[in-house]
């Protein structure tokens, strides 16, 4: 399910942040300020998760029979979901009120909870954030400022999603032109909104530190340029 960023989702949005290196590091009050803008925006992706009782005796490794059944390894973890890089907020980020009169109703996205493991029994549901998105808007243009994705999750549709539902709430809001910078050699990232038909825009020289690299500014054209009569 992807919906609109909640108070109470602070620290799982702050804690996804900091296990995605590729994704813009900020403090937990930018996040604050963000939602609270009348030109921001934040969206996550929310699955319900089972909690999981075991009922094994004894502890067994990977690989090892249980029950004269051979148990899988684990999954490796997936690399961090490439986003655009880091930017501080705008001062004009601090004003409050944020008007969500325009925020639809929350929608599916395609998100499945993980299937239960050997030996475990589903417990009671409870909802995880899996991934966030952040945008700001003005006027007739926004711009993609953050975005990361539970590295547990990723490869499933999520980035995608959240970026989808993005482009969907940003058009509806009258917004025509969206914008994001990333690293040029995050070609993983590029592909990804490419294929929702960002084009390369600009390139900005030497724009990202630590290591030094250019900015690809990619442009997504939603709505047709307005013409006066």
């Known amino acids: 399910m992807i919906r609109a960023f909640r108070d109470p989702d602070l620290a799982a949005v702050y804690a ?9 590091q900020w403090c937990k009050e930018d996040y604050s300020l963000l939602a609270a803008d009348a030109h921001g925006m934040i969206l996550v992706a929310e699955i319900e998760t089972l909690a999981r009782v075991s009922h094994s005796a004894e502890p067994f490794s990977s690989g090892q029979q249980k029950g004269g059944t051979s148990v899988p390894p684990p999954e490796e973890p997936l690399f ?24 639809p109703p929350f929608e599916t996205a395609g998100l499945e909870p993980r299937p ?18 952040a945008f700001y808007r003005v006027n007739e243009e926004a711009e993609l400022r953050n975005l990361a994705v539970d590295p547990a999750h990723q490869r499933r ?8 539902e993005g ?19 995050n070609h993983p990232a590029i592909t990804l909104y490419a294929s929702l038909g960002f084009r390369l825009h600009a390139t900005r020289k030497e724009y990202y530190q630590h290591p030094v690299e250019d900015a690809s500014l990619m442009a997504l054209d939603i709505l047709p340029p307005f013409k006066a009569p």
Request: proline share 8%; with cysteine; hydrophobic share 35%.
């Open 167 to 185: 482009i969907r709430r940003l058009k509806e809001s009258g917004v025509r032109r969206i914008f994001l910078e990333v690293r040029a050699s």
């Open 157 to 164: 549709g999520v980035a995608r999603s959240l970026l989808q």
């Open 80 to 103: 961090a979901l490439p986003s655009p890089g880091p930017r501080r907020l705008e001062p004009q980020a601090a004003r409050a009120g944020r008007d969500k009169s325009n925020c």
């Open 116 to 133: 239960s493991r050997c030996g475990e029994e589903s417990g009671p549901e409870r909802s995880e954030v899996v991934g966030f998105a």
């Open 16 to 24: 996804l942040q900091l296990k995605c290196p590729h994704a813009a």
